[in-house]
Nanobody, 122 residues
Framework: QVQLVESGGGLVQAGGSLRLSCAAS????????MGWFRQAPGKEREFVAA????????YYGDSVKGRFTISRDNAKNTVYLQMNSLKPEDTAVYYC???????????????WGQGTQVTVSS
């Protein structure tokens, strides 16, 4: 069992930045993939970014490439999502997830955090 707790969400003006954190605990593995998804009201959950707990490859959804950066601190068991140049369309609940492989499909991920709200005002 893995527990994930997101933090760092809030209200920010368009063009601003936020850094989300995801703290992992429980039965973690270096083979896990860490990812971020987001979901706006009435919309499907959307893939944002992912990386392996070990290794350096990163993956991003088309809508956030060049603006968002995923990173990790293994010593703190924490994954981050640095969000720059935020747009109103980035407004959503952001979820941290753990899975075996990188996938854009939420159904392929086994563990989820509770989510943190990000609101970008225009």
């Amino acid at each position: 069992q893995v527990q994930l707790v997101e933090s760092g969400g809030g209200l920010v003006q368009a063009g601003g930045s936020l850094r989300l954190s995801c703290a992992a605990s429980g039965h973690t593995s270096s083979s896990y993939t860490m990812g971020w998804f987001r979901q706006a009201p009435g919309k499907e959950r959307e893939f944002v970014a992912a990386m392996r707990w070990s290794g350096s490859s990163t993956y991003y959804g088309d809508s956030v490439k060049g603006r968002f950066t995923i990173s990790r601190d293994n010593a703190k068991n924490t994954v981050y999502l640095q969000m720059n140049s935020l747009k109103p369309e980035d407004t959503a609940v952001y979820y941290c997830a753990v899975g075996a492989l990188v996938s854009v499909s939420p159904t392929m991920w086994g563990y989820w955090g509770q989510g943190t709200q990000v609101t970008v005002s225009s």
